[in-house]
């Protein structure tokens, strides 16, 4: 089965990003397989907590953000979108300041109308910092919405 619905270039994805949470953070897609999407964040100023490590809700932003730009990757854009619908982490190491943190999205489930994907983010040397679970909806676009109305209606 072929994961990805649509070609896509991650310099592309990652100038998507500019103005959002994903470009404050620092969160850049940085490579794709057959079935994983692969990204970076790096662990600073932006993504600390007060103690000086990563913050858990940095982590859950990459994951989510790896997730649900893998589920649109999944897709016909053109007729749908994907917006996350629950995530779970559980933080299992400290990411360490000055440092950079790896996250990989796997799909578990892509149906037509909900996707669930494994996110593990790992450090540097490759431990395990976070693992995460996200759930996507699958949605039409809004403008389905418009054009079976006006099939309905006429």
């Given at each position: ?90 933080h299992l190491r400290a990411g ?19 996707q669930v994907w494994e996110i ?20 039409e676009t809004p403008g389905q ?10």
């Open positions: 089965m072929k994961l990805w619905a649509q070609e896509f270039d991650i310099q592309e994805l990652n100038d998507k990003a500019k103005g959002t949470l994903n470009a404050i953070l620092g969160i850049e897609i940085t490579s794709f397989t057959e079935a994983t999407l692969t990204g970076r964040m790096p662990v600073n100023e932006h993504t600390i907590q007060p103690a000086g490590v990563l913050h858990g809700g940095a982590s859950v932003a990459l994951a989510e953000t790896l997730a649900s730009w893998a589920g649109s990757l999944t897709v016909d854009a053109a007729r749908f979108h994907v917006v996350g619908q629950e995530i779970n982490a559980n360490i300041a000055g440092q950079w943190v790896y996250g990989v999205a796997s799909p578990i489930h892509v149906g037509r109308k909900t593990r983010i790992s450090n540097e040397v490759g431990k395990l910092v976070c693992i995460s679970r996200c759930t996507l909806a699958v949605l919405y418009a054009r079976a109305e006006e099939r309905t209606t006429a």
